[in-house]
């Protein structure tokens, strides 16, 4: 069957806006369905039930996070530069769509073991292109020769989820783009230690 990409988008964007304001569990495919402005059974052309709603929220806005990060790495800037630019732009993105980072700082944590694993398996295309600017910076002499890519990789990105879970859990009060030059320096710093 083929989609209906604007509908397909329409209900994206409609399950982010329901899962933020609900929470998972309580975010029944009728309430998407109603945001969306289609019929309940229209949910079912395109989606297998609730779990596969939410894999495809994650699989559709981290396409974003990938894309953006794609075009960051064709730059001819330092690893600092590139670091900085990675965060910048993670944080911009949940900073614009704070339904977004709800369900990606809190939703996707209350998931079952399954649907995490597969959460996870959507997150690794990113996390190949940050090894990737992490690699650059062994090779070209910014980085230790000696350091842990994977460890490097969970510090810069665990450093960064941990900074936006706070700030959703904080109820956004304060301008999270702020904190990106405070997070980068954190970052280069551990880095290079």
């Known amino acids: 069957m083929k989609r209906d990409k604007p509908k397909y988008k329409q209900i994206v964007d409609a399950a982010v806006i329901v899962i933020a304001e609900n929470g998972y569990h309580q975010a029944q495919v ?3 369905a109603k945001e969306a402005g289609v019929a309940d059974g229209t949910i079912y052309l395109y989606f297998k039930n609730k779990e596969d709603i939410l894999i495809n929220v994650f699989r559709e806005k981290m396409a974003i ?3 953006e990060l794609e075009e ?3 730059r001819n800037h330092t690893v600092s530069e590139l670091l900085y630019a990675l965060i910048e732009n993670h944080f ?5 769509d704070r ?3 709800i ?3 809190l939703e996707l944590r209350q998931s079952n073991k399954e649907l995490r694993t597969r959460i996870n398996n959507v997150l690794r295309e990113y996390l ?3 090894d990737q600017i992490l690699k650059k910076g062994i090779e070209n002499g910014e980085l230790d020769a000696d350091l842990d890519i994977r460890l490097a990789r969970q510090m810069v990105f665990g450093t960064m989820d941990e900074t936006l879970t706070t700030w959703v859990i904080n109820d956004q009060k304060y301008d999270l783009l702020e904190l990106s030059p405070k997070v980068h ?3 280069m710093h551990g880095l290079n230690g």
């Open 99 to 101: 339904h977004l980072a």
């Open 92 to 96: 911009r993105i949940l900073h614009e």
């Open 128 to 130: 190949a292109l940050l």
């Open 65 to 67: 996070f990938i894309s």
């Open 72 to 74: 960051i790495l064709k």
């Open 185 to 187: 320096k954190i970052i």
């Open 30 to 32: 009728s309430k998407i």
């Open 103 to 105: 369900v990606t700082q």
